[in-house]
Nanobody, 119 residues
Framework: QVQLVESGGGLVQAGGSLRLSCAASGRTFSISAMAWFRQAPGKEREFLAA????????TYADSVQGRFIISRDNAKNTVYLQMNSLQPEDTAVYYC????????????WGQGTQVTVSS
């Protein structure tokens, strides 16, 4: 089993920045990629960014391209999401997820961390 624990959420003013962290433990060898998603009240979960396990390839949703940066520290089994130029519409619960190498789907999820951007 894999455990994912997010941290770093909070309240920030519009235009500000936050960095989220996601620490992975357990059977991390079963993970091929890590990603960040978010879900705002009344909306569907939205993909934001993903990075492969080696950290040399990443992809972003159009909504965050150029503002958010995903990175990883393999020595710490931790993935980060640097969020810049935050806007009120970025308010949501942010989740990290691990992609199962064999099943090829995001099988592992963290508990989520709240990000609130005030105007």
């Amino acid at each position: 089993q894999v455990q994912l624990v997010e941290s770093g959420g909070g309240l920030v003013q519009a235009g500000g920045s936050l960095r989220l962290s996601c620490a992975a433990s357990g059977r991390t060898f079963s993970i091929s990629a890590m990603a960040w998603f978010r879900q705002a009240p009344g909306k569907e979960r939205e993909f934001l960014a993903a990075i492969n396990w080696s950290g040399d390839s990443s992809t972003y949703a159009d909504s965050v391209q150029g503002r958010f940066i995903i990175s990883r520290d393999n020595a710490k089994n931790t993935v980060y999401l640097q969020m810049n130029s935050l806007q009120p519409e970025d308010t949501a619960v942010y989740y990290c997820a691990g992609r199962n190498m064999l099943l090829q789907r995001y099988e592992y999820w963290g508990q989520g961390t709240q990000v609130t951007v005030s105007s």
